[in-house]
């Protein structure tokens, strides 16, 4: 059975995660997104408990896919499954410096697990999680950028962080 691993932050989900795990769950068997822990980026807007249960009610109707935590290195997670596979996405040259030095050491962790990029769809390029909790706390509209089950929870989060931030 081939299976795909997606990791990320997904700080929140966005269509952009959706369309790049979509067109994973139909080139594999099965799809895992991996909702990283030990993100080195700063302090999460949503909890690793909101992340996940967001990502989960997005990926619902996807039979193929499910959603599972790790805190740790993604090469020791993929260690889980037998010929795992790590798809991400590639939005634009400024991805592929980091992925490229982050595949080169997941490899020395794991020199069996490989890589695979799916360039973003051309509407999404532009899109991050980053994008959306900008946008998000300054109360713009985010229908086109996260998926509808979740925009009211986004907003209301980041109507929580401008309220204390005194926004
Ligand atoms: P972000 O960069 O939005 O904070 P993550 O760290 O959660 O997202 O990224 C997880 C994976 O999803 C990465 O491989 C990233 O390249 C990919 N990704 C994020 N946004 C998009 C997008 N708009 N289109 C395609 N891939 C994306």
Same mark, same amino acid.
């Given at each position: %059975? ?5 990791? @990320? ?11 790049? &795990?979509?067109? !994973?769950?139909?080139?594999?068997? =099965? *799809?895992?997104?991996?909702?990283? *822990?030990? #993100?080195? =980026?700063?302090?999460? %807007?949503?909890?690793?408990?909101? $992340?996940?249960?967001?990502?989960? $009610?997005?990926? +619902? ?10 805190? @740790?290195?993604?090469? +020791?997670? !993929? =260690?889980?499954?037998?010929? !795992? ?8 040259? #400024? ?9 080169? &050491?997941? =490899?020395? &962790? ?5 890589? %695979?990029?799916?360039?973003?769809? +051309?509407?999404?390029?532009?899109? #991050? ?5 900008? %946008?998000?706390?300054? @109360? ?5 950028? *996260?998926?509808?089950?979740? &925009?009211?929870? *986004? ?6 962080? $401008?309220? $204390?931030?005194?926004?």
């Amino acid at each position: %059975m081939s299976l795909a691993i997606c990791p @990320g932050s997904f700080d929140p989900i966005t269509l952009g995660h959706l369309n790049i &795990i979509r067109r !994973a769950s139909k080139i594999f068997d =099965k *799809v895992v997104v991996c909702i990283m *822990v030990n #993100s080195t =980026k700063m302090t999460p %807007m949503f909890s690793i408990d909101e $992340r996940v249960d967001m990502a989960k $009610r997005v990926v +619902e109707r996807l039979p193929n896919v499910e959603v599972d935590t790790f805190d @740790g290195l993604l090469a +020791e997670y !993929a =260690k889980k499954y037998d010929d !795992a596979v790590i798809v991400k996405g590639m939005r634009a040259a #400024s991805d592929f410096e980091y992925e490229f030095q982050m595949n080169l &050491i997941n =490899k020395k &962790i794991n020199p069996d697990l490989e890589t %695979m990029f799916l360039t973003a769809s +051309e509407k999404y390029t532009f899109l #991050s999680s980053s994008v959306v909790r900008e %946008m998000a706390s300054y @109360g713009a509209e985010l229908t086109g950028f *996260v998926p509808c089950e979740i &925009i009211d929870e *986004v907003k209301n989060k980041a109507k929580i962080w $401008r309220d $204390r931030n005194g926004k």
